[in-house]
């Protein structure tokens, strides 16, 4: 006799229904589920899988001037890897995929002294904290563009009182990625912020509880408890901060204009991707950089998937 009478004499039912024509429980739930699916399965595959089909045959056409395209088969490929600027926007977009990186380990540190018992205005700090993400880029760069001015921006005041010289931040090429690069992590801190306060809020008390029992510190319980515990949701961070630092555009665009100096020293792959489509009339050319942009950012989402089982530990 079953344990779970109820549950046999269902899935029994499903059996004898399957055989009759499909017209049983699980039948009836696995459409249900299908239509609920559907509408965003076809938003899916309007929006988003059939545009890469196109940009994929697009990338071996040639357009005219005053439009229309013709077949010229692998040149766009070669002049994406045969050109010296798609080379030098690459390595700016790693850049500011490293720098962007930075702010998963800063969340994290803050989500951990905010989850701490007996603080206060912890909401006030996670709000504060959270606005520069939901601020418009265009405002966040116009308002960091006055800040990082050499003439009267407010940080070259700052440092000008410890005698530092003043400095044109986002104009020199030595300078500029970084400054730009800054500007990310200040602005998507707050995101990952929430994403760990809320993991860490999942975790145990007990755990924590018992280590201060055994002697163990703060910084102790963080290592052996709070990170492994967190892995996780820090995995699903470090994706998702990857993809979208690889796909940097307009706080570049925003911050450095067209006529600075530094334009070409900090040009991203989607940058360089906007100004061939829609400066230079090369959709073609374009079109072939995006793709291989998107098997770019697939490889790398591959990698860490493959790495995660060294170091994210579930349950």
Known sequence: MSVFPATAAAKAADRRAARAGGTGPASRNQRAAYLFIAPLGLGFALFYFWPMIQTFYFSFTEFGPFGGHTWIGGDNYARVVKDVTVWQA?????????????????????????????????????????????????????????????????????????????????SDPSTAVFAIGAVMVWSTT?????IFMAGIKGIPRDYYEAAELDGAGAVRRFFTITLPL???????ASVICMIQS?????????MMGEKNPAVGDTQSVVGLFYKWAFTEN???AAAALAFLLMLLIAALTYLQFRLQRRWVHYG
């Open 230 to 236: 967190l892995s996780p949701t820090l995995f699903f």
């Open 90 to 170: 690459l390595g700016n977009t790693l850049v500011y995929c490293g720098i962007g990186l930075t702010a998963l380990p800063l969340a994290l540190v803050v989500a951990s002294l905010l989850n701490r018992r007996g603080l206060r205005a912890v909401p006030l700090y996670r709000a504060l904290y959270f606005v520069p993400f939901v601020t418009l880029p265009v405002a966040v760069g116009l308002v960091w563009n006055w800040l990082y001015n050499g003439d009267f921006g407010l940080l070259n005041e700052v440092l000008g009182w410890f005698g530092v010289d003043r400095h044109y931040w986002v």
């Open 190 to 194: 707050g995101y990952y912020l929430i």
């Open 246 to 254: 690889l796909q940097v555009f307009d706080l570049i665009y925003i």
């Open 282 to 284: 090369a959709q073609g």
